[in-house]
């Protein structure tokens, strides 16, 4: 059995890998998850995308044919700068019961945990009811064309799987009271460039075509807009469930859909950063690029801008608004748009009460809720094949944890790497189990 310390050191080591996409190099990675296999017993095979971006899968063989199971994950992490952190983001530095390093949380010790589980669970001797899968892949942070795109095509039968976990929810700490996250779905990555063209010029003499003139006041009208509060089955199932004995001014909370005619209720909502982007269209301004000189006034300019629409959502009314409130000194270039962008899972499924099980039995009789993730993960390849798909690794993150996300300091505790370790034990033995469709 892989143990705690063994788990540590191998994602010390694994983090220590620079995946960061782009460039991505996430063969290093998957040579290294191939190298921890091998010395375990179990084979795997590496499938290159192109050079340097790679892919590993291992199998546990089944008693049934088809319908495999799959522990899905990826190898790539963003960016990080050394000068913002107060650690390198990739010696993978341990002080005061947290692993510091990029991909900590996003999503490298999911994937050695679940890969211990995995390993955990062949060397039992025992045999699955179908096929257990480890799939990590690489390219997830950038779209995935690489990744689960290319894996898709260069083993067909994983379109024919039964089942897929992966990232997504987590238990939350939210003032010491913890629940739990199963993500069923995710909002649609809508992403999108701003151009502007205007009259080049000296910059001690102004005119009126500006070109970053333009690029800003078309960005303060796209930022200014508040995108309505919706509620959703998945959210009213997932605030209902937290929010149930939560009191605003003596007034208790009356339900998601009531509260949205509430403007105490919605003024509580909005202030609560994860609350407030399950119940809208988010949209972000990201980069901006204009200008090479201080005393030169552009003849180009451009603003990138990330958001996120409900699942409910449909692209092109979201756009529709976008080019009305951008006005028509802009164009707008629509990034990644033939990314998927499926429904839910449905969430009354042996599944999750299975997952919900493994949950309880570690951590008591917290809620088990269903949730929207906010961030684009590669489960919509799945979900868009129509195959049930989760994102859940058993850790307890508070907010402030959960921020460090993408951000400075990324890190996890040693307490959590103990509870991913066992949850995922408990979670790939309800997989293999015959409780499974």
Not at 284 to 310: H, M, Q, W
Request: proline fraction near 5%.
């Amino acid at each position: 059995m892989i143990d705690l310390d063994e788990t540590v050191e191998l994602l010390r080591d694994f983090l220590r890998i620079d995946t960061t996409n782009p460039p991505g190099n996430e063969e290093k990675g998957a040579v290294f998850i191939q190298e921890v296999l091998r010395r375990k017993g179990l084979s795997s095979n590496i499938y290159q995308a192109e050079p340097g971006r790679a892919n590993i899968l291992s199998r546990i063989k089944g008693r049934l044919d088809g319908k495999p199971v799959i522990l899905l994950s990826h190898i790539d992490v963003v960016p990080a700068k050394r000068e913002e952190w107060t650690c390198d983001p990739f010696t993978a530095e341990v002080k005061d019961g947290y692993i510091y390093g990029r991909g900590a949380i996003d999503m490298k010790s999911q994937v050695i945990c679940q890969l211990a589980a995995f390993v955990d669970y062949a060397r039992q001797g025992k045999t699955p009811k179908r096929d257990i899968i480890f799939l990590a892949t690489c390219d997830e942070e950038v779209g995935g064309d690489h990744g689960v795109g290319f894996m898709l095509k260069a083993v067909p039968e994983l379109k024919d799987a039964s089942f897929v976990l992966s990232e997504g929810g987590n238990m939350f700490d939210e003032n010491g009271s913890v629940h739990a996250q199963i993500s069923v779905t995710e909002k649609k990555l809508s992403q999108f460039i701003l151009k502007a063209t205007g009259k080049g010029g000296h910059g001690s003499m102004p005119h009126d075509d500006n070109a970053n003139e333009k690029i800003i006041a078309a960005a303060h009208r796209i930022l200014a807009y508040k995108w309505p509060l919706k509620a959703m089955p998945v959210t009213s199932a997932y605030l209902d469930g937290v929010l149930g004995d939560h009191t605003v001014k003596n007034a208790k909370f009356p339900g998601l859909t009531k509260a949205l005619r509430s403007k105490k209720w919605k003024s509580y909502l909005e202030r609560n950063e994860i609350y407030n982007s399950i119940l809208r269209n988010t949209v972000t301004l990201t980069i901006l690029k204009g200008g090479e000189k201080v005393n030169v006034i552009p003849s180009e300019s451009c603003a990138y801008f990330d958001s996120r629409l409900l699942p409910s959502e449909k692209h092109e009314r979201f756009f529709t608004k976008v080019k009305k409130l951008a006005g028509d000194d802009v164009t707008i270039e629509r990034i990644g748009e033939k990314i998927p962008a499926p429904g839910p899972s449905r969430y009354n499924t042996v599944y999750f009460q299975g997952i919900k099980e493994a949950i309880r039995s570690l951590k008591g009789d917290i809620p088990v809720l269903p949730f929207v993730t906010t961030g684009a993960t590669d489960m919509r390849y799945f979900r868009d094949l129509g195959i049930p798909s989760y994102g859940f690794f058993p850790v307890t993150l508070t907010k402030e944890e959960h921020m460090r996300m993408h951000s400075k300091d990324e890190r996890i505790s040693l307490a959590n790497i103990r509870e991913g370790l066992d949850g995922c034990r408990a979670i790939v033995n309800f997989l293999a189990s015959d409780r499974t469709p």
